[in-house]
C-alpha cells in the first residue's frame, strides 16, 4: 500500500476540475465553517455516508485540495478492494483500504483522513432511515484515534440524500429471485444497495443542491485515561453527537437557503 501516495500534479487537477465541473455546477456545494479545519495533520474527518454514497466525496476532496491544500486519504470498504480495476483506480485516487493498519500508518504520517463509520450499511440505507448514523457497535476509528493522538472533525453533508429515491430497499429486495441467491451464497446483506431512482424513472441523480459543515476539532487525547474499552466508547458516542448536531443545523441552512432548489440557482437574476 502506497501511503506516501503524491497528490496531484496540475495537470491531473486541470483534468479532474474538468470533469466534476458540470457536477459542480449542478450541486453548487456550500462550504460552511472551514475554519474548524486544523492547519496541521493528523485529521480524521468523520462523516455521515449519503444515499448510494460517493456522489458529494469528489467534489469534497477537490475542493479541500484546491482551498486548504489538502490531499485528502479516504477509507474505503475492503469489498471495492477485492475488485482489481477498481482497486487499482481507487488507489491512484488516494483512497485507501479501511484497515487499522493502514488509518494508523496514515495518521502517522500527518495526512487528513475521512471515514464513514457506517459503512456500506450507512450508504444502503433502508426507507425511513435518511440522515441516520448506522455505527452499530463500530469503535474502530475512535480507537485509531486515541492511539495516534489524532483529533477528530466531524463533517456533515446534507443534499446528496436527497438525489435519490428508494423504490426497493433491501429487505425487500430480499424477498425477491435476487435476495434468494444472497441468502443462498450467504453473501453480505449490508452490500445490497436498494433500488432507487433519480431524475424521472432514471438512475440519473436529481441535481440537489449539497452541503457541507466542518465540526469542532474533538481531541482524541483525555480519552485515552478512560481505558481501552470506556475511551473509545465515549469518544465514538461524543463524535456521533457532535455529527448529529451538524447535520441537524445544515438541515436548517438549507431552509432558508433561497437558493436550494435548482431552479432557483439558474435562474439569471
Not at 490531499?71 to 491512484?92: E, N, Y
Not at 449490508?190 to 424521472?200: E, I, Q, R, S
Request: hydrophobic share 40%; glycine share 6%; charged share 25%.
Amino acid at each position: 500500500m502506497n501511503y506516501d501516495l503524491p497528490p496531484p500534479n496540475e495537470a491531473q487537477i486541470r483534468w479532474i476540475e474538468r470533469l466534476l465541473q458540470p457536477w459542480n455546477w449542478l450541486t453548487e456545494p456550500v462550504y460552511l465553517s472551514t475554519y474548524n479545519i486544523p492547519k496541521d495533520g493528523p485529521v480524521l474527518f468523520v462523516g455521515n455516508h449519503s444515499l448510494m454514497g460517493g456522489l458529494d466525496v469528489p467534489l469534497l476532496a477537490l475542493r479541500l485540495y484546491q482551498e486548504h491544500d489538502i490531499f485528502l486519504r479516504i477509507l474505503v470498504d475492503h469489498a471495492h478492494f477485492k475488485l482489481p480495476l477498481v482497486k487499482d483506480f481507487l488507489a491512484r485516487l488516494g483512497e485507501v483500504e479501511g484497515t487499522s493498519e493502514n488509518a494508523l500508518a496514515l495518521m502517522r504520517q500527518k495526512q487528513y483522513i475521512l471515514v464513514y463509520p457506517g459503512g456500506a450499511r450507512e450508504a444502503f440505507k433502508q426507507k425511513g432511515e435518511a440522515y441516520q448514523l448506522l455505527w452499530r457497535n463500530h469503535l474502530g476509528f475512535a480507537r485509531l484515534a486515541i492511539a495516534a493522538g489524532c483529533p477528530i472533525v466531524p463533517l456533515a453533508a446534507v443534499g446528496p440524500e436527497e438525489c435519490y429515491d428508494i423504490v426497493l430497499d433491501r429487505e425487500e429486495l430480499l424477498q425477491t429471485p435476487l435476495g434468494q441467491i444472497m441468502e443462498r451464497f450467504r453473501l453480505r446483506r449490508d452490500l445490497l444497495p436498494p433500488l432507487v431512482k433519480g431524475l424521472g424513472p432514471s438512475f440519473l441523480p436529481k441535481p440537489q443542491r449539497f452541503y457541507f459543515k466542518f465540526g469542532r476539532p474533538i481531541d482524541s487525547r483525555p480519552f485515552a485515561e478512560l481505558g481501552e474499552e470506556a475511551g473509545p466508547l465515549a469518544l465514538r458516542d461524543q463524535v456521533k453527537l457532535a455529527l448529529e448536531k451538524e447535520i441537524a443545523e445544515l438541515q436548517e441552512y438549507r431552509k432558508i437557503d433561497p437558493k436550494k432548489e435548482f431552479w432557483r440557482r439558474i435562474l439569471p437574476f
